[in-house]
């Protein structure tokens, strides 16, 4: 699904002409992959972070922050947890704290293709959540993200179950690995999210939010592992049936994995100031590279 039309923030009191916004900042989920970053980053700025975990008390949070960055939900869920536990629930939490609050601004991390009518559980919960976002009252920015990837020494969920731990291991990739996806590298989504919480200049609506390039799955475990990279393809019908036996894979996650992740990332990185990074800026190639056959399961 592409991009949707997006308005021009009105600036208000709270922003300082041409400047960035100096008023607190609370993140939800900020121990997370894209939250420890994202702290990181502001660090070097003057504005109050407020990093929340389950259990904190957003009312207080929120009373007189300038912005709510919510990056609570996951696709995969703790045991005992749901994708609408994780993924809405969190956010009609987060909802219902703004009331009273002098919150202006809300930015929100959601997935491609995320709709209310989804037959996927993960992409119906974000839907879900980006409807109650749209009638919080505030000004909403959501990014549609592909799948994020970390830098070497924190490679998050997806790298680190891509990456061969030594030269010998096999990486087992879901499907035939021709899915064709927009790998987006996770600094890139940080200086979307401070962009589009403290320059006033910027937009709110929806946007679709990519890597500055499209390859196959098995092109970007390569990209990963140096050039090197012995994987073991996982046929789909296979992977269905292991979602539901399999520790830590559930239906929804395989889905994801086996469909494409693409959308253009023009208007995102554009209205945001980006400079999209390449994997391989990332992750350089050994000097050795070479494409290294695959077997099936």
């Known amino acids: 699904m592409g991009d949707v039309e997006v308005f021009p923030f009105p600036i208000r009191a709270r922003w ?18 894209v939250g ?72 929100f991390l959601s997935y491609l293709g995320a709709s209310p009518s989804s037959r996927n559980e993960y992409l119906r919960a974000k839907g879900m959540a980006e409807q109650l976002l749209y009638g ?15 830098p070497p020494d924190e490679p998050g969920p997806l ?33 979307a999210i401070v962009n589009a919480s403290l320059d006033p200049t910027t937009y709110h609506g929806r946007f679709d939010l990519t890597g500055a390039e499209e390859m196959a799955i098995d092109e970007f475990v390569e990209a990963l592992n140096g050039g090197h990279a012995s994987t073991r393809h996982i046929a789909p019908h296979l992977a269905r049936v292991l979602a539901h036996v399999a520790p830590g894979l559930t239906p929804a996650l395989v889905d994801v994995m ?3 992740s693409i959308a253009g990332p023009l208007r995102a990185a554009r209205a945001y100031g980006l400079e999209l990074r390449r994997v391989e800026d990332v992750y350089l190639p050994s000097p050795h590279s070479s494409r290294t056959p695959s077997a099936s399961a």
């Open 16 to 33: 300082r002409g041409e400047g960035l916004l100096e008023g607190p900042i609370a993140i939800t989920g900020a121990s997370g992959h």
């Open 36 to 107: 420890t970053a994202l702290r990181r980053r502001l660090a070097s700025l003057p504005n109050d972070v407020r990093a929340l975990g389950r259990g904190d008390d957003l009312v207080e949070a929120f009373r007189d922050a300038a912005v709510v960055v919510h990056l609570a939900g996951t696709l995969r869920p703790e045991q005992g947890d749901t994708y609408e536990g994780a993924n809405l629930r969190t956010v009609e939490r987060t909802v219902a704290a703004l009331d009273g609050s002098a919150v202006e601004r809300v930015v």
């Open 136 to 150: 919080c009252g505030r000004d909403v920015v959501v990014f549609r993200c592909s799948h994020i990837y970390g």
């Open 159 to 191: 790298a680190a179950a891509l990456k061969a731990i030594d030269l010998d291991d096999v990486v087992c990739v879901l499907g035939d690995g021709r899915q064709r996806i927009a790998p987006l590298y996770r600094e890139d989504v940080v200086e």
């Open 258 to 260: 086996l469909a494409d």
